[in-house]
């Protein structure tokens, strides 16, 4: 929540791609946040009211995006959805909903894309399969992937892995570019 500006550092700073988060306000914040990052969140946060395709294309017509349902589209088919496009999310299984929720993030093609327990509610090959389909949209966009997780199978496959306790660091490994 700190990292994509949606709550505010209680002391600190936030730096985000060589940006001071900490002091924007709060329109500051979302115009940062829609022109850089994409985030996956656990519980989805689609939109009940809208289909699949409107879900990923309405964050690119915010940002002034002219072929915002194409490239919805086109990422909604990446990832396996291309019979789902006029399906709402109610219509859809958690594993469905999830990989919308990533299309939407990485359809603007951001800089940063964060992901809070992105696994969390689905089972086990939903959940493998959204990590599979979270690496490769990090290698084809070539975005920065931050996740949050408490799964060590899932930090095992990060390049790097930052331990917190009570908000606090207290491991930082990376893994070698060899392994």
Known sequence: MLMGGLERATSGQVLALGRDLTPMSEDALARFRRDNMGIVFQSFHLIPTMTALENVATPLELAGTPDAFERAAEELRRIGLGARLDHYPSQMSGGEQQRVALAR?????????????????????NGAAILDLLF????????????????????????????????????????????
Do not use: F, K, Q
């Not at 359809?107 to 509610?121: C, F, S, V």
């Not at 996740?147 to 790097?160: G, M, S």
């Open 105 to 125: 993030a990485s359809a603007p093609r951001p800089a940063i894309l964060l992901a809070d327990e992105p696994t969390g509610n689905l089972d086990n090959a």
């Open 136 to 179: 490769d949209l990090r290698d084809r966009h070539g975005a920065t992937l931050v996740l949050v997780t408490h799964a060590p199978e899932l930090a095992a496959r990060c390049d790097r892995v930052v331990g917190l306790s009570d908000g606090l660091i207290e491991s930082d490994a990376r893994r070698r570019a060899a392994e």
